[in-house]
């Protein structure tokens, strides 16, 4: 990091706690947890006893009541060291959201207290195998029969699949309506009806487990109905507002990771008797590296910030912190493997890894292009016509 924040006690707090974590319960197993495709309980442990999961869950709800921006810091730093395991918790994160924009007072009670202790991991579950960037395509169904809602239908590459103990549900209670007919529903792991899918195999993120949900006339109580009937869409919508900067950080803590072990390597490996960080088209490459992610932590932080300010149009500061970091870190983590060589190819050296987990920051949590959509749906809001002369 090249530029000083000027972070709180607390924060710094947060930082070297996470740091720790980082490099006692993630580094030494993170390339074999890629190569075996394995979602270790240990770090989630960790953050657990870190109190880390409940970050910023409200004090009243027993979290640390800290916000977006405290939770970009753990999910950048976690990122730095494996990105799969920063999907895992931030994935938790993304579950829980739903049930801090709209659970009552009763479900906050209920549901919190467990998630910021790190006992009930979460998932959120929207996405279908139709209903991708097009998310009102949904079609999983929520029929109200008594006291209970009953759901049928697939969800589709959901992040944390099987590991969670609480998933977040968009599914529709009035078909006819498309978006304006989705609610949001806790279903909980065990619940009849509801059977956890075939894990997927992934490019990347392989610390992290992806996974299709079925629901088979799932029956749940009515009382997990989240808000009211028909505010689904928008739910999801306010979550994932929420969510994305933490995938901005993911991408700064990635890109920063690339950053330090090709650059070690560069300052190392001689090559024509010198050390190959000092012919310019290295070094140049380096510092185009860092400045790009100085410019997407910055974005990041802001945004992060923006958001725990209180302000209501963050759609397009997220979606921006989103897009732009990603962007980079799948830049910086390429060129990472490149500066690297013969060694940024090999499986032995994180950078492929790297460059491998970049890819999907692109993807998940809406598609770079989607981001674009919402920026500029949303610039008009922003931007008065400037007239000169
Ligand atoms: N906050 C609050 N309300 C929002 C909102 C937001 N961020 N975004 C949209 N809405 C509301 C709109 O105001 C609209 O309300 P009304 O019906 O009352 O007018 C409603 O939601 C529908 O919005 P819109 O017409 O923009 O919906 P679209 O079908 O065009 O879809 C996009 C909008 C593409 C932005 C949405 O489908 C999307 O985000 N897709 C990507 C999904 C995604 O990220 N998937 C990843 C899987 S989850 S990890």
């Keep these: 990091m090249v530029i000083d924040y000027f972070l709180s006690p607390e924060q710094k707090l947060i930082l070297e706690v996470t740091e720790r974590i980082g490099k006692e319960y993630i580094a030494p197993y993170a390339l074999k947890w890629d190569e075996e495709e394995t979602c270790d309980p240990r770090p989630l442990k960790a953050l657990a006893l870190a109190d880390l999961f409940g970050l910023f869950i409200p004090k009243e ?3 640390l009541g800290f916000g977006t921006f405290e939770n970009c810091l753990v999910i950048e730093t976690l990122s730095k060291y494996c990105a799969g395991v920063a999907t895992t918790f ?3 994160g993304l579950g829980a959201y739903p049930i801090l924009i709209a659970g009552h007072k009763g479900q906050k009670e209920k549901y919190l207290p467990q998630i910021a202790v790190g006992k009930k991991l979460c998932a959120f579950a929207l996405t279908e195998p139709q209903a991708g960037s097009d998310a009102a395509a949904i079609k999983t169904t929520a029929r109200k029969e008594g006291d209970y809602y009953v759901l049928n239908g697939i969800k ?3 992040t944390n699949g099987g590991v969670a103990d609480l998933y977040t549900v968009i599914a529709l209670t009035d078909p006819k309506k498309g978006a304006r007919g989705a609610s949001a529903f806790i279903v909980e792991k065990g619940d009849p009806g509801f059977v956890i899918g075939k894990k ?3 490019m990347g993120l392989r610390a992290s487990t ?6 088979s006339n799932c029956r749940i109580p009515k009382e997990r109905l989240l808000g009211r ?4 869409f928008i739910i999801a919508m306010k979550t994932l507002d929420l969510s994305r900067p933490g995938v901005g950080a993911q991408a700064v803590g990635l890109a920063q ?9 560069a300052r190392q490996r001689v090559q024509f008797g010198q050390p190959v960080y000092n012919f310019q088209a290295v070094s140049h490459t380096f510092a185009e590296m860092a400045m790009r992610i100085e410019a997407a932590r910055a974005l990041v932080y802001s945004a992060a910030r923006f958001i725990d300010s209180g302000a209501k149009n963050i759609s397009a500061a997220s979606a921006m912190a989103k897009a732009f970091a990603s962007d980079v870190a799948m830049w910086v983590t390429e060129r990472a493997v490149q500066m690297m060589g013969g060694f940024g190819y090999m499986r032995d050296f994180p950078v492929e890894k790297m460059m491998r987990d970049a890819k999907c920051l ?14 500029a749906r949303e610039l008009p809001k922003f931007l008065k016509p400037l007239e000169i002369g």
Excluded: C, D
Aim: no cysteine; aromatic share 12%.
């Design 229 to 232: 009937e028909g505010m689904g």
């Design 156 to 158: 589709q590459w959901i």
């Design 362 to 375: 692109q993807i998940y949590e809406g598609t770079n292009e989607i981001q674009r959509n919402v920026i």
């Design 90 to 92: 931030a994935a938790s």
């Design 200 to 202: 997927e195999k992934k």
């Design 61 to 63: 709800y027993g979290g």
């Design 210 to 215: 992806t996974t299709e949900l079925f629901f």
């Design 257 to 265: 990771g690339a950053l330090e072990v090709a650059l070690n390597h």
